[in-house]
Structures are given as structure tokens and as C-alpha cells.
């Protein structure tokens, strides 16, 4: 199956808009750094409570193999990174740990790393001013090794949560962080975005901002792209596909099922409100979503009077907006 990996362009498509309501385009890769392969119940949970987390381990049903997305963001502020994707580190990991050992399993070459992709489209290691980690499991931090001359942004309690021994045994891996790597916290703002109540901006425009969506780990953030009059909601892992946060279904490992939940229904109604192009980082879907533009938003019906996200109340001024840069 490598060879056949082997033949992919890595890239996706391109989707690029004309100028926005502020004057100039963006440019959003989707970009696939790899395969990993998971099982069928981590992508849709069985059962309830700790039997659903354990179904992952004991299940044997596994999945397809499934796209790992990192996404880039041209921006005027500099480029933003939202993940950095698989490792091929990956390919070989901790054999004490039983989700390691039973659960996952990756396939990625060096040349389908975030860093050489980025080069690729012509964007150097000094152009990316900024990294936002949706949360810091293997496939989301497995490419910070190119990113020495970026800030990186998480959030705090995430960041804490992944650090140390602590980390390890919940299934991420601290140890393998590069020795520079000093990741600062989001912060965030008492300012709304649609059923999202707290917000942080990533960009003096508001145009990019990071929202709260927790489930897939407690602290997990997704970041919402304002491009013209559709929004781009890059996912990370708030759901593994379209169809199961359509579904209002929680993953097999998020540890608190109504939070999960919770999160899943704001996305929805966030859907409702405005256009919006939703994109996980392992649906195999998200990319071809993003070159056309595929809006999640056509499965619910708006009020005519809806806002849009160029009518948007978000930012609420232009003073009021405090980059996290």
C-alpha cells in the first residue's frame, strides 16, 4: 500500500477566493501528511461511558486508512498553521502504551511531511509567523519539528495536560516535543462567535479566530476562518467526518460524552447561521469540500434574515480585537 501512497500528490487543491470584504484573498491548503488507520469504533463510538473509550483498544474492526490534514492559511499577517500532521516518527511508537500498540497505526514518507509541502507551494519555514495545535495528539504535533521559527499556540489547559509523564499515559507524547518547543497559551476573550462563547483572534482583522470545542480532548480548539461570505471551520478532531458531527455522534476516546455532544450541536447551529465549509482532519472528504467550496450549511434550513459572515456581529470593533500574535 506504500507504493500506492507513494504515487498521491500530497497537496490538495488549492481554494482560493476573490478579495473579501477587507480587501485582499486568502489562500487555504488542505494538506495531507500521510495516512493513519484507527478502528471503526474511535471514529464512531460504541456503547456509553468507560466502555465506549475502551472499545477502540478491544474492537477488531478496523477502518480504512484515512487522511491526516494539516491546513495553511496565506494571510497578510504571515502564514498560519492550523496542526502540523503526522511524523514519520509515527511509524514507530512507545511499545508499552496499548493504544499505540493496538489501536493506531501510520504510513508516511519524510517527503509527505508538513515542512517539504509547504515548500512545495513555495511558503518557507519564515513565512509561517504562526502555528494554532487544535490539540496536541500524535497526528496534530507530529510536524513541529518544522515550525523552530514560529510562535505556537494551544491552549493552556491543553498544554498542561499533555506535558510529562501524565501526558504519555493519556496518549501523547511529550518526549518526542523538539527541545526548543515552548508553546504559549491562547488567550481568550468573553466575546461570542454564533453559540461559540468565548473567542480568541488569531489575526489583527478577526478574520481568523480560534474557538472553544471540546470533546475530542477537553481542551480541544477548532479555528474559523472568515473568507468572503462563507466561513471555513477547520475542525481538527471535533469530529472524525461531516456525516458524524451531522449525526451529533461522539467519538470512541473523547472523555466526557456530553461535552462532546455539546460541542457537536454548536457546530450545527453555527452551520444554521452562516455558509460553512466544515473540515476534519481525517475526512477523507475535507479537501475536495475546500477546493469546491462544499458548504456544510446546505443541510439545515437559515432564517432569511440569517447573518452571513461578512454581516457577522464577529469582530465587534475594530479596537476590540486583540490578536493572539
Known amino acids: 500500500m506504500r507504493a500506492a501512497l507513494a504515487t498521491r500528490t500530497c497537496a490538495a487543491p488549492i481554494a482560493q477566493q476573490a478579495p473579501n470584504t477587507k480587501g485582499y484573498a486568502l489562500r487555504i491548503h488542505a494538506i495531507q501528511t500521510g495516512r493513519v488507520r484507527i478502528k471503526q469504533a474511535q471514529i464512531e463510538g460504541r456503547g456509553h461511558g468507560l466502555l465506549r473509550q475502551l472499545k477502540p483498544i478491544l474492537s477488531a474492526d478496523w477502518a480504512e486508512w484515512t487522511p491526516v490534514y494539516a491546513f495553511a492559511i496565506e494571510h497578510p499577517d504571515g502564514v498560519i498553521v492550523v496542526d502540523t500532521g503526522s511524523g514519520t516518527h509515527l511509524k514507530s511508537l512507545p511499545r508499552w502504551h496499548p493504544y499505540f ?7 508516511i514518507e519524510p517527503e509527505q511531511e508538513i515542512g517539504p509541502q509547504l515548500q512545495s507551494l513555495g511558503i518557507g519555514a519564515g513565512d509561517v509567523k504562526t502555528v494554532v495545535l487544535t490539540h496536541f495528539h500524535i497526528d496534530h504535533d507530529g510536524g513541529l519539528a518544522h515550525f523552530q521559527s514560529s510562535r505556537i499556540f494551544a491552549d493552556r489547559s491543553e498544554i498542561a495536560r499533555a506535558a510529562g509523564i501524565a501526558g504519555a499515559m493519556r496518549g501523547y507524547l511529550p518526549k518526542r516535543w523538539p527541545t526548543w518547543f515552548d508553546p504559549q497559551p491562547i488567550i481568550w476573550q468573553p466575546a461570542s462567535y454564533g453559540p461559540f462563547a468565548r473567542t480568541a483572534p488569531i489575526t489583527k482583522d478577526g478574520n481568523v479566530v480560534a474557538v472553544p470545542t471540546p470533546g475530542h480532548t477537553p481542551d480541544h480548539l477548532s479555528v474559523i476562518v472568515c473568507d468572503g461570505d462563507e466561513l471555513i ?3 481538527g478532531d471535533a469530529s472524525y467526518l461531516e456525516s458524524t458531527m451531522r ?10 460524552e456530553v461535552e462532546a455532544r455539546a460541542t457537536l450541536m454548536n457546530i450545527r447551529k453555527l452551520c444554521a447561521q452562516s455558509p460553512a465549509v466544515y473540515l476534519p482532519a481525517h475526512d477523507p472528504q475535507s479537501a475536495q469540500r475546500l477546493h469546491e467550496r462544499r458548504s456544510a450549511s446546505a443541510s439545515y434550513s437559515r432564517k432569511p434574515n440569517n447573518q452571513t459572515c461578512s454581516a457577522a ?9 486583540t490578536p493572539v500574535m
Do not use: E
Not at 456581529?313 to 480585537?321: E, H, K, L, Q
Open 101 to 107: 500498540q493496538l489501536s493506531v497505526r501510520f504510513d
Open 313 to 321: 456581529s464577529w469582530p465587534p470593533s475594530a479596537t476590540s480585537v
Open 247 to 256: 449525526r451529533g455522534v461522539v467519538d470512541g476516546v473523547s472523555p466526557d
Open 233 to 235: 471551520f477547520l475542525a
